[in-house]
């Protein structure tokens, strides 16, 4: 099954980034030093980092009366299926035209290798961290962002037990099937972020906080990486 089943709708959370994208567009009160905060969170797999995000979007909405963004792999992948869609939001985002270009050939056939794949979601990353209001869930960026100064950096942890129930019931699988999920996903992403930045995901000294999902609920987690954040 997909991790995609793992995650909010894609046209929800595409929505909310076009409305972001056009409020920056327009919006040019704070200067580019002071700008708004972005949050990343890492997670082991069979985390809570979808819930966690979107209680935390919530939070800071109605605190500030903007919208926020969450940001994943499976949004960038879906905003380059549609270049209107994609003109739409990242022209206005982070340093614009530059990072449509580099998003847009990231998807593309033209890749020379994954490390210059790489390279262009990196600079992706960057872009929507620059723009502020956004959630960056995985793909390295607590560590791509790691020396911006709007940046937050969180981490969720949890006992293999606790993400085995989750991904078992979450994907609707057996609990032998979820220990194999697990264990090949999780795989996957520390190699991935080893390959690419040569650095270990689990290394605490990245993060302001990490959280144990087995000891924490979402609406828990989120609540403290908010009032941390707005402090």
């Not at 046209?11 to 909310?16: G, L, Q, V, W």
């Not at 327009?26 to 809570?48: A, M, V, Y």
């Not at 960056?136 to 100064?149: A, E, F, N």
Request: proline share 4%; glycine share 6%; aromatic share 10%.
């Amino acid at each position: 099954m997909s991790e995609k089943l793992l995650v909010p709708s894609i046209e929800k959370r595409m929505s909310a980034l076009v409305e972001l994208a056009r409020r920056n567009f327009t919006d040019n009160s704070l200067p580019k030093e002071s700008g708004p905060p972005t949050i990343t969170i890492s997670r082991e797999f069979g985390c809570e980092g979808f819930p966690v995000a979107e209680k935390l979007k919530a939070l800071f909405e109605e605190k500030t009366g903007h919208t926020w963004g969450i940001m994943d792999r499976d949004l960038l992948a879906e905003a380059a299926k549609n270049h209107n869609l994609s003109e739409e939001i990242f022209k206005t985002l982070g340093e614009r035209h530059r990072f449509l270009d580099d998003m847009l050939s990231t998807f593309s056939s033209r890749w020379q290798s994954e490390r210059d794949y790489f390279k262009l979601l990196s600079k992706q990353i960057v872009a929507l961290a620059t723009a502020g209001n956004v959630i960056i869930v995985g793909r390295g960026s607590s560590i791509v962002t790691q020396k911006m100064p709007n940046c937050f950096h969180f981490r969720i942890v949890a006992p293999s037990d606790f993400k085995v129930k989750v991904i078992a019931r979450r994907m609707n699988i057996s609990t032998d099937e979820a220990v194999e999920v697990v264990r090949k996903r999780q795989k996957m992403r520390d190699a991935f972020i080893h390959d690419f930045l040569g650095k270990d995901v689990t290394d605490p000294t990245w993060y302001h906080l990490i959280f144990n999902n087995g000891k924490n609920t979402p609406e828990r987690i989120a609540t403290t990486m908010f009032r941390y954040v707005t402090g």
